[in-house]
């Protein structure tokens, strides 16, 4: 089960927006890092039969150093949570999903080029960047549009603003309330990819044009980054 204060947090959004929308909210905290879960979850939704509309595959968990330092228990909780969960929630809920549904997934700049000192961080989003894309061919001809959301920072709990130093700290913040408004506008018009701002959409170029080991040079970490939360 996911933390008690994340599930009270949950229940108290779900409570706010309730109360605003005058919808219908079911909360069911899980660990998505915890494999053990995903067979209540695929229970729960075989039994409601829900048509799934819209899905938001947002949860990451992020730390930097050098990986011979890096604790093992970290390194497995961005595999864990990054690829595993992902993977997993779209593999549970998908046959719940139908023409007209859309998916947004999480993914990072950092998939872009490899990322010395957030090597294993960069390498998870490096997945998730692939298997949006085959997973999107796969739903294409049933109507179910899966597009990846490549943001640079973003102010959240994994990355405060002004917590970060050296050149992830120097790096432009999204406007969130605008980066969600225009990452479902977009995928429910059929968008496959979208990165936000034109410094990150250069940067993606230039990590197609420049060789990986060149760009491994360009973006190594060592003068420092964000503290790592998770989210």
């Given at each position: 089960m996911?933390?008690?204060?994340?599930?009270?947090?949950?229940?108290?959004?779900?409570?706010?927006?309730?109360?605003?929308?005058?919808?219908?909210?079911?909360?069911?905290?899980?660990?998505?890092a915890?494999?053990?879960?995903?067979?209540?979850?695929?229970?729960?939704?075989?039994?409601?039969?829900?048509?799934?509309?819209?899905?938001?595959?947002?949860?990451?968990?992020?730390?930097?150093?050098?990986?011979?330092?890096?604790?093992?228990?970290?390194?497995?909780?961005?595999?864990?949570?990054?690829?595993?969960?992902?993977?997993?929630?779209n593999r549970?809920?998908?046959?719940?999903?139908?023409?007209?549904?859309?998916?947004?997934?999480?993914?990072?700049?950092?998939?872009?080029?490899?990322?010395?000192?957030?090597?294993?961080?960069?390498?998870?989003?490096?997945?998730?960047?692939?298997?949006?894309?085959?997973?999107?061919?796969?739903?294409?001809?049933?109507?179910?549009?899966?597009?990846?959301?490549?943001?640079?920072?973003?102010?959240?709990?994994m990355?405060?603003r002004?917590?970060?130093?050296?050149?992830?700290?120097?790096?432009?913040?999204?406007?969130?309330?605008?980066?969600?408004?225009?990452?479902?506008?977009?995928?429910?018009?059929?968008?496959?990819?979208?990165?936000?701002?034109?410094?990150?959409?250069?940067?993606?170029?230039?990590?197609?044009?420049?060789?990986?080991?060149?760009?491994?040079?360009?973006?190594?970490?060592?003068?420092?980054?964000?503290?790592?939360?998770?989210?």
């Amino acid at each position: 089960m996911a933390d008690r204060a994340q599930a009270e947090r949950l229940k108290a959004l779900a409570s706010e927006l309730a109360s605003s929308t005058h919808a219908a909210f079911r909360v069911v905290p899980l660990d998505l890092a915890d494999s053990s879960n995903y067979g209540g979850l695929g229970e729960l939704l075989a039994d409601a039969k829900p048509v799934i509309r819209v899905l938001v595959n947002n949860a990451g968990y992020e730390r930097e150093g050098l990986l011979r330092d890096m604790e093992p228990n970290d390194m497995l909780a961005m595999i864990d949570l990054n690829v595993t969960g992902m993977t997993m929630i779209n593999r549970t809920c998908l046959p719940y999903m139908s023409r007209g549904s859309f998916e947004i997934v999480t993914g990072s700049v950092s998939a872009f080029a490899p990322m010395p000192w957030q090597a294993v961080y960069g390498a998870s989003k490096a997945y998730v960047h692939s298997l949006v894309f085959a997973i999107r061919e796969e739903e294409r001809r049933r109507g179910v549009n899966i597009m990846l959301l490549s943001p640079g920072n973003m102010d959240t709990e994994m990355n405060v603003r002004g917590s970060g130093g050296g050149k992830i700290g120097m790096l432009p913040y999204l406007n969130l309330a605008r980066t969600v408004e225009r990452s479902l506008s977009l995928a429910e018009r059929g968008c496959g990819e979208y990165t936000p701002l034109m410094l990150y959409k250069a940067y993606r170029l230039a990590a197609k044009l420049v060789p990986a080991a060149v760009m491994a040079r360009f973006t190594r970490l060592d003068s420092g980054g964000t503290n790592g939360r998770g989210l």
